[in-house]
């Protein structure tokens, strides 16, 4: 019988295989044009760092590797009052690099990524600002190839990926990271992308400076920048040659914090913004789906709650109304499987989805020249949704009350 | 054209949903009819000899009770998936019922005709009742696994058979006015406690 449960599963399904044709179809359209420009402009690096002793020199060395000219390259590291060895960690580079220009700041105040950002902005003297995070890497040809795609955009977004892949963790990210890669390069042809990742993002300093800067109060900046650019016209676009690689969350718990402020930096700045919702362009399409999205999480946690309540009943039915007898449901204990119980449609649903997930995967591992295994794929497929479902229900909670942590 | 894929995808597995529930309904359905005709079969022979070859019958309509019981329990499981209109779902039931009551009688004959050392129990519910007719399935439910096939339950879900006439020619004829009731031994009790239930099936047969 169909019950409101089944009514909330389809809408569900019909959303995700909307959401994956969707996508699908994209890949057909979408065509991000490889650029011709070989010019090497000066550009700025600016990279935030606390408490990052353990990475910082990590970093640098890798900007140091670059094959982009090194009297091109202005780096600035803003020491957010670190309590490490952060500040000794960029000076040990300074004396043994002397020949990349690094300038290291000082604060006397923690303060949000956002702020630092801003006042390397105001320093940039540079046609290109280039923001990093301090436990990210740039492979040699990042500068050169986000630089390559910079002509008529303001700004340029690489491939991000994670830079150790030893647990099964952080394979299993690694493998988000190449469909988002992957789904970045298809939203490039479309000037769809609604993130400009914080590990590395190229931005042109006037536009930058025009928007007035990043949101000093925003949970998400590298988010949220973008939807203020989108809405002077400003336009983006990813370099599939430009490469980073960053630390991800080695827990789970890490992992759904990291996440919960993405989401919850997400639905801040469609709250901000709401006109970025409207469909007339695809970036819009892109918010809306996103925002949709937010409501599967809350469906599924619903289905899950009955679904628990409907498993757990009949356990507290014999308690209350028979009393404490274990044996006798030990001893009549049976299984029995039954093939025809299984409900064909959602089995149909979930195959159609599983299948455009797996061709979509296939389809992004060759675009970067990976290859997950097969464990972990499936991992991601099934388990992985839990904890990134997790995520953005503990954000729905936090927008709802207006309590975003950093 | 997103839209197009989605409502063909949707359209073909919610055919497929239909077909599947087809193909369930009918082999619901002949499992019916076979213990349609088997207890009709084991009913008219009941009637037509005087004398009951016992130990014969016995095991023969033990096997049948317990048949009914999983053919309920493939309806249930089957329905909850189903797609399928409650009509349809009716028809399937009263099929059931009407076989379900059959055996019923004749437990009651070969109890006495047999001296078979079992208690029969027609349980009356529908959804109205819920925390009350969850309590009672409860009670049933352990009794019937402390007793195994020593007691008989023959439940009635009056959500499916409320048009049912022999269900309600049994209500009629029981007085049976509110849910849950129970029938044992040809007496109709309302919600009862487990120790009182416990009695009641007891008073029937070796416990």
């Known amino acids: 019988m169909i019950d409101f449960l089944t009514i909330l599963a389809w809408f569900v399904a019909i959303l995700s295989i909307y959401v994956a044709s969707y996508y699908f179809l994209l890949y057909f359209d979408s065509v991000n044009e490889e650029q011709d420009r070989v010019s090497t402009p000066h550009v700025t690096i600016g990279i935030s760092a606390y408490n990052e002793e353990r990475g910082i020199y990590k970093t640098l060395q890798s900007l140091n590797e670059s094959i982009y000219p090194k009297s091109k390259i202005h780096v600035v590291v803003v020491d957010d009052k670190s309590k490490d060895n952060t500040i000794k960690e960029v000076k040990r580079f300074q004396k043994e690099h002397p020949k990349l220009d690094v300038t290291l700041l000082k604060n006397s105040r923690n303060k949000k990524k956002a702020y630092y950002l801003n006042k390397v902005l105001k320093m940039a003297k540079t046609d290109f600002l280039i923001t990093m995070d301090a436990d990210s890497q740039a492979a040699p040809k990042a500068i050169a190839s986000l630089v390559k795609y910079s002509k008529g955009v303001s700004v340029v977004t690489p491939c991000v990926l994670p830079s150790e892949k030893n647990k099964v963790l952080a394979r299993i990210q690694a493998i988000e990271y190449i469909y988002s890669n992957y789904l970045s390069n298809i939203l490039s042809g479309f000037d769809a992308q609604i993130v400009a990742p914080g590990p590395f993002s190229l931005f042109r300093v006037t536009d930058l400076k025009s928007i007035g800067g990043f949101d000093e109060k925003s949970i998400a900046e590298d988010l949220e920048v973008v ?59 892109q918010n809306m789906l996103n925002a949709l999205y937010h409501l599967v999480p809350l469906i599924l946690l619903f289905m899950f709650i009955r679904f628990a309540y409907n498993s757990i009943k009949p356990l507290f039915d014999v308690i209350r109304y028979v009393g404490f007898d274990p044996w006798i449901y030990l001893r009549t204990l049976s299984f029995s499987v039954d093939l025809l119980a299984v409900d064909m449609q959602m089995v149909i649903y979930t195959f159609f989805m599983a299948a455009m997930t797996l061709m979509f995967l296939y389809l992004a591992s060759k675009f970067q020249n990976e290859r997950p295994k097969f464990f972990d794929t499936f991992l991601f497929i099934g388990i992985y949704g839990m904890a990134i479902t997790t995520a953005t229900l503990l954000a729905i909670y936090s927008w709802i009350k207006g309590d975003y942590v950093w | 054209m ?89 028809i399937l039931y009263r099929k059931y019922l009407l076989s ?50 020593t007691l008989l339950i023959f439940p009635i879900n009056l959500q499916f058979a409320a048009d049912d006439p022999v269900a309600l020619t049994l209500m009629r004829l029981y007085n049976v006015t509110s ?27 070796t416990c």
């Not at chain 2, 849910?179 to 007891?202: H, K, M, Q």
Request: some cysteine; charged content about 25%.
């Open chain 1, 227 to 285: 939807f203020r650019l989108r809405k002077k016209g400003f336009k983006m676009r990813l370099s599939p040659t430009a490469y980073v690689y960053t630390d991800v969350p080695q827990t789970v718990t890490a992992l759904i914090r990291q996440r919960r402020r993405w989401k919850a930096g997400f639905l801040d700045a469609v709250q901000k913004h709401p006109k970025s919702l409207e469909p007339h362009t695809e970036f819009g399409r």
């Open chain 2, 2 to 90: 997103a839209g197009i894929i989605t409502v063909i995808v949707f359209v073909s597995g919610f055919s497929v949903g239909m077909v599947w529930d087809q193909f369930r309904t009918q082999k619901l359905q002949s499992n019916l009819d076979e213990i349609s005709v088997y207890s009709t079969s084991l009913f008219l022979e009941s009637q037509l000899l005087e004398d009951l070859n016992c130990p014969a019958f016995l095991p023969v309509i033990q096997g049948a009770v317990n048949d009914i019981g999983t053919s309920l329990d493939e309806y249930t499981k089957y329905t909850e998936a189903s797609v399928l209109g409650l009509d349809a779902q009716k």
């Open chain 2, 100 to 149: 379900n009551i059959r055996y019923w009688r004749l437990s009651d004959i070969y109890k006495k005709q047999c001296s078979w050392n079992v208690t029969s129990v027609l349980y009356f519910f529908d959804k109205s009742c819920q925390q009350k007719c969850d309590s009672m399935s409860t009670r049933l439910d352990y009794l019937k696994r402390k007793y195994g096939e």
């Open chain 2, 179 to 205: 849910f849950p009731s129970v029938i044992i031994d040809g007496e109709t009790y309302g919600n009862l406690g487990l120790d009182e239930l416990e009695v009641l099936v007891c008073k029937g047969m």
